[in-house]
Nanobody
Framework: QEQLVESGGGLVQAGDSLRLSCAAS????????RGWFRQAPGKEREFVAS????????SYADSVKGRFTISRDSATNTVYLQMNSLKPEDTAVYYC?????????????????WGQGTQVTVSS
């Protein structure tokens, strides 16, 4: 199984940038890709971005399109989330997970091996 560890979160001001990393100890053939989700206080966890290993195809939530970029480094089994022009509403715990099912890349049920999460706080 992939053991995923997120890093790179922190406290920033609106308009700043952060880059999150999602490192894995291994990558098995059942991992079709990786995704980022986030959960703000009092809200449900929501999809942010995903990337497919084989094609590099990406998908984004409408709320982050044009500001966030997901990328992969297959050599190191690491996925990154570059977050630019951060807004206070981006404040959340950000989670990385492995997509272990074929199908929607935005559906949380298609993901497993969730990391512990990294806190991102954006002040106004």
């Amino acid at each position: 199984q992939e053991q995923l560890v997120e890093s790179g979160g922190g406290l920033v001001q609106a308009g700043d940038s952060l880059r999150l990393s999602c490192a894995a100890s291994t990558r098995t053939f059942i991992s079709y890709g990786r995704g980022w989700f986030r959960q703000a206080p009092g809200k449900e966890r929501e999809f942010v971005a995903s990337i497919t290993w084989s094609s590099g195809r990406t998908s984004y939530a409408d709320s982050v399109k044009g500001r966030f970029t997901i990328s992969r480094d297959s050599a190191t089994n690491t996925v990154y989330l570059q977050m630019n022009s951060l807004k206070p509403e981006d404040t959340a715990v950000y989670y990385c997970a492995a997509r272990t099912r074929v199908g929607s890349t935005t559906e949380e049920n298609n993901y497993a091996n969730w990391g512990q999460g990294t806190q991102v706080t954006v002040s106004s």
